[in-house]
């Protein structure tokens, strides 16, 4: 379906674009989470990770590595998270899929936590969870 980056693909909307090729193209986003945040989008009008061929998945991580190093060497961040939502409840906005490159800085104000359930995850919840994924994998 189409959606606003379709418009940035097709130049109906402005962006700040910084790589593009038949497959992928990649634009600062507008909220600039952190200084030099890109996503990096399929444009293909494809909704989310579960619609990714194995090509254009690979397409798109390879392209994501490489503005990856030129946002480390463009800004110096101290680190820098690969984010992808799936799902309105996952945080996604845009149902085209994208993955977001948001450089790290030590004084930014970025809060990704995740709560460990280690210690109420019994030793039959892990079996059973990886055995249901390799199962659906074949
Ligand atoms: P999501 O929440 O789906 O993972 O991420 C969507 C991202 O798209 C958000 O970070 C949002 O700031 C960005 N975004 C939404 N509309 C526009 C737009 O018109 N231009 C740009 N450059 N980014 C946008």
Do not use: C, W
């Amino acid at each position: 379906m189409p959606s606003v980056f379709t418009k940035i693909i097709a130049r109906e909307i402005p962006a700040h674009v910084v790589y593009e090729d038949d497959l992928v193209i990649a634009f600062l986003d507008i909220s600039q989470a952190t200084k030099g945040h890109t996503l990096v989008v399929s444009k293909s009008e494809v909704e989310n990770v579960y619609g990714l061929s194995d090509e254009l998945a690979g397409h798109l991580f390879r392209v994501a590595a490489r503005l990856a190093r030129a946002i480390q060497k463009a800004f110096s961040p101290a680190g820098l998270n690969v984010l992808n939502n799936n799902g309105a409840v996952a945080g996604q906005t845009v149902f085209h899929f994208h993955l977001h490159l948001l450089p790290r800085y030590e004084d930014d104000d970025v809060t990704l936590a995740f709560v460990n359930h280690m210690d109420d995850t019994g030793q039959e919840d892990y079996k059973e969870r990886a055995n249901l994924i390799k199962a659906a994998l074949s």
